[in-house]
């Protein structure tokens, strides 16, 4: 795929994008960073092919915006008169509703295209160092365009996308993305981060196995980005959280109580239902 790539924050998901256009295409990958120590690193290793800039920015026929929302939005409308008006441009971010609403802006106002877009990949660790080439194989990309009916620009999404790998392209509404991302991936992060801190945590080893890795694997997280993404969200997650607490006073009564009935119900009520959403034994 012959085309050029702006990638502006070269993180894990950022870095990550290079180097599948690097790998896997014979894309121009420019790459901009706000720590620019971070964008020369990038550069000396072949992540990226240049700086991206002001002067080379309507070159992309594709910019892929990895910073934080807020940050994306904001270097999005400092620079919007700089796009390809016939280019694409896509965010990475983990929520969706205030990122939509501000890119349609933006991009109606200056005339190119944005499409929100959220990659369901990534690791516990953060940084350039993590990144890799084939971060994306198979993975779903969640889509958010402004306008569904438009199969062309979905199609475009696609064959723009194509050397990253991903496994599925989800099309979703801003706020169905967000209600549903609050239950599968920050919830997820948030009971992983506060179960680790139990006072028995830092005496486990030699106690646990997969059970205790699989939660709290998440743990490890960034707060700063975490703190903003839940912040965005937090209609969505409070009411995670409050159907949460509900559902584990059930089981500690049935405790308190000596309830054998009721906890063996409980446990299987929720076995029944993750037999019912994922799969048996899945």
Not at 141 to 159: Q, S
Request: one cysteine or more.
């Amino acid at each position: 795929m012959s085309i050029t790539v702006g990638v502006v924050g070269l993180g894990l998901i950022g870095a990550s994008f290079c180097k599948a256009y690097k790998e896997y295409s014979d894309a121009t990958v420019y790459g901009w960073n706000r720590t620019q120590s971070t964008a020369e690193m990038a550069k000396m290793q072949g992540v990226i092919d240049d700086y991206l800039t002001e002067d080379n920015l309507g070159e992309c026929d594709l910019v892929i915006l990895s910073l934080y929302p807020a940050a994306s939005i904001k270097w999005m409308e400092e620079r919007k008169d700089k796009f390809n008006k016939n280019g694409l441009v896509i965010d990475a971010c983990g929520t969706k509703r205030t990122i939509c609403e501000e890119g349609f802006r933006i991009a109606a106002e200056a005339g190119f295209e944005f499409v929100g877009c959220h990659p369901m990949a990534g690791t516990q660790f953060s940084g350039l160092a993590y990144s890799k080439p084939n971060m994306y194989k198979g993975a779903p990309m969640v889509v958010c365009p402004n306008r569904f009916d438009d199969m062309d620009l979905i199609d475009r999404v696609k064959e723009l996308l194509a050397p990253c790998g991903f496994g599925k392209f989800q099309l979703s509404h801003p706020d169905e993305h967000d209600r549903m991302i609050g239950f599968t991936s920050q919830m997820a992060h948030l009971v992983s981060n506060a179960y680790i801190k139990s006072p028995n945590a830092r005496n486990h080893k030699g106690f646990s196995a997969g059970s205790y890795k699989d939660m709290t694997r998440v743990a490890w997280l960034n707060p700063g980005m975490w703190t903003q993404l839940f912040m965005e969200n937090k209609d969505n997650l409070i009411f995670e959280v409050d159907f949460l607490i509900e559902e584990l006073k059930k089981y500690r009564d049935a405790m308190i109580n000596d309830d054998d009935d009721t906890l063996y119900k409980l446990l299987e009520e929720g076995k029944n239902i993750k037999e019912e959403v994922d799969g048996n034994g899945k």
